[in-house]
């Protein structure tokens, strides 16, 4: 089989996985949390609970919602630069770094001391933080163009709810931390986001590749 066939039928699986993936990340979550006793997920991060003993449950969803950013990149890269949808190809670009983002972040586990610092959790970090920011750069830029096209303008306006829905729960936090002097609600406050984020997948992440297939 031609490399060309090979990415075709990659890229063709990208709208089921953008339904199955999100899937199989919350049902690991809720295991690991159902498996550890008392469970914590109020204060207690995905992180942590992925460096714990069941922590290969939550690397496995995790690594799904990888795999599903990287289907997804496979449909943006085959957009012709000369369409006026070319944003979409360098959006691809920023799904293949989303896609290693999540694979380093499952491989290195976060510090589980705060105050001790690790190469694996700085590798955890700066992934944790880099896939972030990616996503919510292209959340502005797939705004942007599927904006530009009336069949698609909904969505547009639907990937700015990670975007606000990050802010509001930093925003959350800084209240928080400024109060009581430490975060509590962490593991809640990732949850929502991750839960932001996933529902984009599964809402929007089906739409980018069906308008990346107009290419």
């Not at 992180?47 to 496995?60: D, F, M, Q, R, V």
Request: with cysteine; hydrophobic share 50%; glycine share 6%.
């Amino acid at each position: 089989m031609d490399r060309q066939r090979i990415f075709a039928r990659l890229a063709n699986m990208a709208k089921p996985a953008c339904l199955v993936c999100p899937g199989v990340m919350v049902i690991a979550d809720i295991l690991t949390i159902t498996l550890h006793q008392p469970a914590k997920f109020v204060d207690r991060s995905i992180s942590i609970y992925a460096a714990g003993h069941y922590g290969w449950l939550e690397k496995s969803g995790t690594i799904m919602v990888g795999a599903c950013f990287c289907l997804i990149a496979i449909n943006l890269w085959r957009v012709s630069c000369a369409r006026e949808l070319r944003l979409f190809k360098w959006g691809g670009i920023l799904f293949f770094i989303e896609t290693i983002g999540f694979i380093l972040m499952s491989l290195f586990n976060t510090n589980l001391v705060s105050n001790v610092f690790t190469f694996h959790g700085l590798v955890h970090q700066i992934s944790l933080i880099t896939i972030s920011v990616v996503f919510y750069l292209f959340c502005m830029s797939a705004a942007w163009e599927m904006g530009k096209q009336p069949s698609f303008k909904l969505f547009g306006l639907v990937c700015l709810l990670p975007l606000v829905t990050g802010l509001l729960v930093c925003l959350w936090l800084g209240y928080s931390y400024h109060y009581y002097h430490e975060n509590r609600y962490m593991g809640l406050s990732e949850r929502l986001i991750t839960a932001a984020n996933l529902f984009w997948i599964i809402l929007v992440g089906p739409q980018v590749v069906k308008l990346a297939e107009i290419r």
